[in-house]
């Protein structure tokens, strides 16, 4: 019942309806009023006798007697139907105000949120994302309306700041490698630096960091646009993480991270529909994230687990977690923005786009992913998919 007398139609109507009787009961009280005031100066002229006599006329509900149409039409003086028309006349000049200024207040009240929004609209155009509609006294969906709009302008304003620290982290990732590859070869060709075998490793590594960060870049794009190509199969998601972590086996070894590695007892338990290949750069983004910020805490966890939800649909939950620092300050309100850390904060062996390609790829094949704390203190990456 609130939920239908909160729809902007019924409102509207309610208030018109409302405006109407209130100006129909403006009217009879002005008619009354007059025909009182009338009857008062008419029945001051009458004689005394008369007066009684009409008196218990009116008591005895006579009123329209033939008796009192006589004392009427011999005592009355001047036209009967003026008093009418004089009363109609007086109420439509005390009700037409009221109904207009009644009106337009409905109106002003109805319409305000829908002003407020064009307004702000206004100034999101000329790039001014401060700026939200008021909320003050919008009910139903008129309210429904103001939060929904709120919400856009909250998603625009984000993506514009998101847009913007991509720029300039962008121009700051690619303008450091070309730099220190400007400067080397310049030394190489002046004689300042042997051309040897350990400087071209050291030229090597930075091209194949800009060669990283284009390919990071180009994923994220493609994603976003939705032409990102997926082959997806069912496939074991146990297997597939098990494999992976064999592969990083070295990597691991090198920074002295003890694997904790936990996986379902049924061979099909863990079986979801995903592309392998994307999988697995997944896992590697994931791991890689944990050796470059969490080797500190020599500790990797990685579980694979069935799960159901509120509805009982089943999932597979991959859980990796480390004993770092855990996430920055700056990282835990959005783990998975872009460039996340502002320039010059990250280490030089990422992109910064490592956690954003683990959110657009698992997005993409219908999945979940969250970030937590870890039971030892450090950074949890939750991914949940459907199980096949």
Not at 17 to 32: D, E, F, N, Q
Not at 87 to 116: D, E, K, M, N, Q
Request: proline share 4%; glycine share 8%.
């Amino acid at each position: 019942m609130s939920r239908g007398l909160n729809r902007i139609w019924v409102r509207f109507g309610l208030w018109i309806a409302a405006t109407v009787l209130s100006t129909i009961a403006l009217l009879s009280v002005c008619a009354w009023a007059f025909s009182s005031v009338q009857y008062y100066q008419f029945y001051k002229t009458l004689p005394g006798p008369i007066q009684i006599e009409l008196d218990q006329l009116n008591a005895q509900d006579l009123e329209d007697s033939p008796r009192a149409m006589q004392i009427y039409g011999q005592y009355w003086r001047g036209d009967m139907l003026f008093g009418e028309q004089v009363s109609l006349l007086i109420g439509l000049l005390v009700c037409l105000p009221f109904g207009l200024t009644v009106g337009f207040w409905v109106s002003r009240y109805v319409t305000r949120p829908l002003a407020s929004i064009v307004e702000v609209a206004q100034r999101v155009e000329q790039g001014d994302f401060s700026a939200r509609a008021v909320t003050d006294g919008t009910h139903g969906e008129m309210g429904d309306v103001v939060h929904t709009f709120n919400k856009m302008i909250d998603s625009l304003e984000e993506l514009e700041s998101e847009r913007r620290a991509t720029a300039a982290s962008i121009s700051h990732e690619l303008r450091t490698p070309l730099a220190v590859l400007k400067a080397r070869l310049h030394a190489i060709c002046d004689g300042v630096i042997p051309a040897d075998q350990a400087e071209f490793r050291t030229l090597l590594g930075q091209a194949e960091h800009l060669g990283r960060l284009v390919d990071d870049l180009h994923t994220l794009s493609m994603t976003e646009a939705d032409q990102l190509s997926l082959e997806k199969h069912r496939l074991n998601l146990s297997e597939l993480v098990g494999d992976t972590l064999a592969q990083l086996q070295p990597q691991l070894q090198a920074a002295h991270m003890q694997v904790e590695l936990s996986l379902p007892a049924g061979d099909a338990e863990s079986d979801i529909r995903a592309d392998p290949d994307r999988m697995r750069q997944i896992v590697s983004n994931l791991v890689s994230n944990a050796l470059r910020h969490a080797s500190s805490g020599h500790w990797l966890g990685v579980e694979v687990k069935t799960l159901q939800d509120e509805r009982g649909e089943p999932w597979v939950q991959l859980e990796i977690s480390d004993a770092g620092p855990g996430l920055p300050q700056e990282l835990k309100t959005h783990p998975f923005q872009r460039f996340a850390l502002a320039p010059g904060k990250r280490r030089r062996e990422g992109s910064g786009l490592g956690l954003s390609i683990v959110r657009a790829l698992t997005e993409s094949q219908g999945g979940k992913v969250e970030a937590d704390v870890s039971t030892k203190g450090g950074a949890c990456f939750r991914l949940r998919f459907a199980r096949a």
